[in-house]
């Protein structure tokens, strides 16, 4: 078996290894540690594309990272649909102008 000769596997810390599958996870271990950026300077990807395509894979822990980043965007956008739609069902409003500074 072939080892890792990736060209920042010294700078990552990671020793050279024979499976291609603890590669794939030392990588992962990278990306989540110190970003996509790091992970393809220190393989010598030109596209972070690649780096995230070949050598990194999605943990149950980075799925629910995300899952958590997309729940608070979600809330965030409903309580202010929320809080428009109790604002419009308000009073309505004979001047305009008012009405359209509520929206400022």
Sequence with gaps: ???CRCPGSAAAGLDPVARAGYRVEDWTWVYETYGVKQAQEWLGHS???TTL???VRLTTAARAKAVAG???VTRAALEGAERRA???AGPAFDNVVEL???RL
């Design 47 to 49: 596209d972070p594309a």
């Design 53 to 55: 395509r070949h050598y």
């Design 1 to 3: 078996m072939a080892t």
């Design 100 to 102: 359209a500074s509520r």
């Design 70 to 72: 997309l729940d608070e």
């Design 86 to 88: 109790v604002e419009d």
